[in-house]
C-alpha cells in the first residue's frame, strides 16, 4: 500500500515492539474488531510468544453482537450506528471486562475497531470513516483507567482501509505505551 507506510514486515515489527512492551511491563492485550473481523488479533498472533501477552479478540461485526457480546450502549448504537468514537470506546473497554481475569488485575491493554471499510457508505458514514479505541491501565497514562477513541479518515479499496486500520491501531497503542514509557 504506497504512501500509507504500510507492509508486512513493519507490521509484524510493530506488533512486536507492543507485545514486547507489554510483556516487559506485565500487561496482557485483547481486542474487539468489527471492520477488521479478526486481521488485528493477526497481527499479533504471527508474532511468535504472543500467548505470552494476547489473550483474544472478540470479532462483533454485527451491530446487536457488540450490544450482547460486549455490552455496547443498545440505545447509542440505535441512535448512532456503529460507527461512532463512543462506541469504539466503549467497545476497548469491554475487551478489558471480557478478558480480564483476576490474575491480571488492572494490568489488561483493550483495543477495538468499528468503521466502514467499504466500497461505498454505511448510511451517511462514508467509507474509510473509521474508529479505533483503546483502553489503558491505570498509572500507563495517569492515575486512572484511560479510554479513548481516535477517528480515522482511509482511503483504498475495502482490504486497504482494514489494512490501514490495523496499522494505526498499532501504531496508536505503540505510542501510548513504548513511546510514552521509553
Known amino acids: ?21 507489554c ?22 498472533v504471527r508474532i511468535p510468544g ?4 494476547f489473550l483474544g479478540s472478540a470479532v462483533t461485526y454485527d451491530i446487536r453482537a457488540k450490544a450482547k457480546i460486549l455490552g455496547v450502549d443498545a440505545d447509542l448504537l440505535a441512535h448512532e450506528g456503529a460507527v461512532h468514537p ?10 478489558v471486562r471480557l478478558y480480564g481475569q483476576h490474575e491480571y488485575g488492572d494490568r489488561v491493554v483493550g483495543l477495538s475497531t468499528t468503521g466502514v471499510a467499504g466500497p461505498g457508505p454505511d448510511g451517511d458514514k462514508p467509507a474509510g470513516l473509521v474508529y479505533i479505541g483503546c483502553s489503558l491501565p491505570a498509572g500507563l497514562v495517569d492515575g486512572e483507567r484511560t479510554e479513548s477513541a481516535v477517528e480515522l479518515r482511509l482511503d483504498g479499496d475495502r482490504e486497504q482501509v482494514r489494512e490501514q486500520t490495523v496499522w494505526h491501531v498499532l501504531k496508536n497503542v505503540r505510542q501510548l505505551t513504548v513511546g510514552l514509557q521509553e
Open 23 to 44: 510483556r516487559r511491563h506485565d500487561l496482557k492485550v485483547a481486542a474487539a474488531e468489527s471492520l477488521t473481523g479478526g486481521l488485528l488479533a493477526d497481527a499479533f
Open 50 to 53: 504472543a500467548s505470552d501477552v
Open 86 to 95: 463512543e462506541v469504539a470506546r466503549q467497545m476497548a473497554a469491554a475487551t
Open 1 to 21: 500500500m504506497p504512501g500509507i507506510g504500510y507492509d508486512q514486515a513493519r507490521r509484524d515489527e510493530l506488533a512486536a515492539q507492543v507485545l514486547d512492551y
